[in-house]
């Protein structure tokens, strides 16, 4: 009599952070489901737990101690990985809980898999073919998110994400080129390149010569970026850069924009205006470079669209760098951007900076600083009224489409609502003119 198979040992997970984060669970997915074991939807049908933190402000450190909680009521088998873990080697986590099974740092699928071993079967069937070759994604099927990097070599004041992840460590371009095309190749039609320093990818093997398709190609930016375009070409889809940082050979990608080989658009952390305050963040560049820089982009590619974020509140930062800030918001007119009024994280160094601003200011100011950007949007916007643009469908409700022209990264800025869209397909570009605006979103309908 033949033996029945055993049931697949079941794995939950819990996913928090940023995108490098997201990255980081794909690819422990990708390992589970590649040795058999079954992902549980629930706490109740696991038989343990993963849960991925983020650690980089206290928000995010209080989100992420509730769901290990959580997940250790409604569960009780808990392996902690991701940036909380590598905070205090692990200490952090375990004098908050105690009764985890394991805690791991970021970017350690292997580690959390020996944790997994030491806790469940490790079941294996070399005869079936358990994962796609663009392994497990938690975006939905038509977009994905790229990590060419691990780590940062900046020791900005404000941030630990260093003593968490380490120095830069950029991935060999051929890896990076392979998974991007089998994304493409299984129906992705947006790559969303991510990094803690997207501009400095291969500084730390100094550019060193990798090989796609058996041509040698250069490990930089402007080399990875002009491969990617080209085979997202091939495909029909999209290349979009985040977290670049305004150093002079970002210049090089501006016209691989204007060509169409990369979406307009660059995500550009800016940070703050005053040059004292950047000094004090440990930041590179200042107000004026960036503005002849921003200034100089958009004459090669006038669509070019820039996102940013920046802090207000910087300890020390006075009425007048604030003041300097709003003036070089007016005078930029980025397109998208986020304001954080600055908290203070456990371990880093601006925690030593005097003079902290009063909380009521430091929102005050989040306020004002968010306003003044709301009117710089919405003028920008209308300037798209009557346009014909390409979008990309995300979602179908209430017989509309939900899509994201080149302006538009998932998630973090606007979206183009398609009024007579119902009878497309997430998935799929539609070709639309622009036919209203808000602050921050599009209205339109199809072009015939």
């Known amino acids: ?14 996913s928090l952070g940023c995108p490098k984060a997201l990255v980081d669970s794909e690819q422990i997915l990708t390992r589970l489901r590649a040795e058999g074991y079954a992902i549980a939807p629930t706490y109740a049908g696991a038989d343990l737990v993963v ?12 989100e992420s101690l509730s769901a290990i909680g959580e997940a250790l009521a409604e569960n009780g088998k808990v392996i902690v990985t991701g940036c909380l873990g590598a905070k205090d080697g692990g200490a952090f986590v375990k004098m908050a809980h105690p009764k985890v099974l394991a805690v791991t740092g970021p970017h350690a699928t292997a580690e959390v898999m020996n944790a997994v071993h030491a806790q469940l079967p490790r079941p294996h069937d070399p005869f079936a ?23 940062c070599n900046h020791r900005c004041t404000f941030c630990i994400i ?35 320093d997207t501009s400095a ?31 997202a070409g091939e495909h029909g889809a999209w290349v979009r850069l985040h977290y670049v940082y305004p150093y002079p050979h970002v210049d090089e990608v501006i016209p691989l ?90 371990g880093a160094a601006a925690n030593g900076l005097p003079d902290h ?42 017989r509309r489409a939900i899509a994201r022209s080149a302006a538009d990264a998932p998630e973090i800025d606007g979206v183009v609502t398609i009024e007579d869209g119902g009878s497309l397909a997430a998935g799929s570009f539609a070709r639309v003119k622009i036919t209203g605006s808000t602050q921050h979103d599009l209205t339109a309908r199809l072009v015939a």
């Not at 992840?165 to 039609?189: F, I, Q, T, W, Y």
């Not at 398709?213 to 930016?221: E, N, Q, S």
């Open 51 to 62: 849960v991925n933190t983020c650690g980089f402000i206290d928000a995010a450190v209080e």
């Open 201 to 231: 990818y291969g500084v730390d093997i100094r550019y060193r010569t990798g090989f796609w398709r058996g041509r040698p190609v250069r490990t930089r930016m402007t080399e990875l970026a002009r491969a990617l375009g080209e085979l």
């Open 357 to 398: 601003v009063p909380d009521a200011i430091k929102e005050e100011r989040r306020e004002r600083f968010m306003a003044a950007q709301a009117q710089i949007s919405a003028r920008r916007l209308r300037t798209r009224i009557g346009r014909t643009l390409d979008v990309l469908v995300d979602s179908i409700t209430d």
């Open 1 to 14: 009599m033949k033996r029945p198979a055993a049931a697949a040992s079941r794995v939950g997970f819990v």
């Open 257 to 346: 924009m204007a060509e169409g080989r990369l979406l307009p658009y660059l995500d550009v952390p800016f940070q703050h205006a005053s040059q004292r305050i950047l000094k004090l963040m440990k930041r590179p560049a200042n107000a004026q470079d960036n503005l002849d820089r921003i200034r100089a982009w958009r004459s090669i590619c006038p669509d070019l669209t820039i996102r940013s974020t920046f802090i207000v509140g910087f300890p020390g930062e006075t009425q007048t760098e604030f003041e300097d800030l709003l003036a070089f918001l007016a005078a930029a007119e980025l397109d998208r951007v986020g304001c954080f009024a600055y908290s203070p994280v456990d």
């Open 162 to 196: 260093p003593s968490m992840r380490g120095d830069l460590v950029s991935r060999p371009l051929g890896e990076v080129m392979n998974e991007a095309e089998n994304l493409l190749k299984a129906g992705v039609r947006e790559l969303l390149v991510i990094s803690q």
């Open 129 to 151: 073919d358990l994962v796609p070759p663009q392994g497990i994604k938690l975006t939905p099927k038509h977009y994905a998110y790229l990590k060419i990097a691990e780590g």
